[in-house]
């Protein structure tokens, strides 16, 4: 596991699928800090080590990476630690568009290639 704080090129995201589930890496964005952590079985632990890190829990929310893919298909916007009824999110995906606006351009700030 380990969290971005610069970049992260695409070519290591593709080493990482391949280690792990093949086409795709777990990984949870702090949308405040503008962080994103990578490189986890569970979202939960990915989750567990912003939070460890001064992260604060409404901000994190959980995404896929298909780092064979491009455009819309790149990301996929679902895991259980969305769902939060309290915030007004009440499925794995994430409902609010200004938080999938929010997070599109942090993934475009610290993933290249």
Do not use: C
């Given at each position: 596991?380990?969290?971005?704080?610069?970049?992260?090129?695409?070519?290591?995201?593709?080493?990482?699928?391949?280690?792990?589930?093949?086409?795709?890496?777990?990984?949870?964005?702090?949308?405040?800090?503008?962080?994103?952590?990578?490189?986890?079985?569970l979202?939960?632990?990915?989750?567990?080590?912003?939070?460890?890190?001064?992260?604060?829990?409404?901000?994190?929310?959980?995404?896929?990476?298909?780092p064979?893919?491009?455009?819309?298909e790149?990301?996929?916007?679902?895991?259980?630690?969305?769902?939060?009824?309290?915030?007004?999110?009440?499925?794995?995906?994430?409902?609010?568009?200004?938080?999938?606006?929010?997070?599109?351009?942090?993934?475009?700030?610290?993933?290249?290639?």
């Amino acid at each position: 596991m380990k969290i971005i704080t610069e970049t992260l090129s695409l070519d290591e995201l593709k080493q990482m699928a391949a280690a792990t589930f093949g086409n795709l890496i777990k990984a949870v964005i702090d949308i405040d800090r503008e962080l994103i952590a990578v490189d986890a079985e569970l979202h939960s632990d990915l989750e567990a080590l912003l939070l460890e890190d001064g992260s604060r829990q409404r901000s994190l929310w959980g995404i896929n990476f298909y780092p064979e893919m491009h455009g819309d298909e790149f990301i996929e916007f679902d895991s259980m630690i969305n769902m939060r009824p309290s915030q007004g999110n009440r499925s794995r995906g994430i409902e609010n568009e200004e938080i999938r606006r929010q997070i599109i351009g942090i993934v475009a700030k610290r993933i290249k290639g």
